[in-house]
């Protein structure tokens, strides 16, 4: 397996690849990898000859409170991780390597990054259509996988790939989750013992609407209300709960039938941001 921090060579060794007629495969990811990551990868591996693996942690998708810093990095663990599953090379640069001492361009967004996660973390999808801009033009991949977890962040990327005539094909792999239902996440490790109990609620409370939904009920007003406060009883506080359409990430009020939708939520348990989601086909 390579293991490099060159743009250089990581763009030589794909070159090498594609004149050999074989398909690479890309999964971007901040390392700290854990088995939703390596799902991630091994959907990748089933559809391309070649897998690169990114592990980079992007400080220009953390705000100025955000946890950059701290960020769990645990690069040795993670590269075991990719060898065993055979991956074909890790890319995993500097800042230095990625970002230039000054910058002179940017990238703005326009409504798809207005409610969910956008709407409390200004700033943190222009961060990650700017690195995911420059890996796709390092790394040259045929095809990415990206997470249902981060809905938000797959809907913004597809589009963008569609708006800058990217030549890659996104792949969406599923939420992979613990046994209790808690979906898995880097950012678990900062739960306390206590606090991984509750964890589960999320999940569970967007069950519950989805059962809802699929009883026929098409406003939901009133049970999200509802079920907000039934979280906020059991200590969570609430960043977003609510439904969105699929196209555009506008929140919606009453359903149709032959729309797709994303019922999705954002919770604080203690200082520790969970969100998760389930796509709505009706």
């Given amino acids: 397996m390579l293991v490099t921090g060159s743009i250089e060579e990581i763009r030589s060794t794909v070159k090498l690849w594609k004149r050999e007629k074989l398909t690479v495969g890309f999964v971007p990811t901040m390392g700290a990898l854990h088995e939703g990551h390596l799902e991630l990868i ?18 220009k998708q953390f705000g100025p409170n955000e946890d950059y810093d701290e960020y769990p990095r645990m690069q ?41 996660c956008g709407a409390s973390r ?16 390092i790394v040259q991949p045929d095809l990415a996988v990206f997470g249902q977890k981060d809905i ?19 792949k969406m792999g599923e939420i992979v989750r613990a046994a209790d239902g808690l979906a898995l996440s880097s950012r678990n490790a900062y739960l306390s013992n206590d606090e991984r109990l509750k964890a589960p609620l999320l999940y569970r409370t ?24 039934e979280l906020e009883a059991n200590g969570l ?15 919606v009020s009453k359903l149709k039938k032959g729309c797709n939708y994303i019922l999705a939520g954002a919770v604080y348990i203690g200082s520790t941001r969970l969100i998760d989601n389930i796509i709505i086909d009706l």
């Fill in 122 to 137: 200004p700033g943190f999808f222009e961060g990650v259509v700017l690195v995911v801009n420059k890996l796709f033009n």
């Fill in 206 to 229: 967007l069950q519950q609407i989805e059962t809802e939904v699929n009883d026929g009920v098409t406003e939901l007003s009133e049970q999200i209300g509802y079920r907000k406060a």
């Fill in 152 to 170: 938000q962040q797959f809907r913004i990327l597809e589009t963008m790939v569609q708006e800058f005539n990217h030549d890659v094909e996104l």
């Fill in 76 to 116: 040795k663990e993670d590269l075991r991780a990719c060898r065993k599953l055979r991956v074909a090379s890790v890319f995993a640069p500097s800042v230095s390597e990625m970002y230039p001492p000054t910058s002179r361009f940017s990238i703005s967004l326009n409504q798809l990054n207005r409610h969910m």
């Fill in 237 to 251: 506080q609430i960043d977003y709960l609510d439904i969105y359409a699929y196209d555009t990430l506008e929140p």
């Fill in 42 to 59: 091994r959907k990748a591996k089933s559809e391309a000859d070649r897998v690169v693996v990114s592990i980079f942690v992007n400080p």
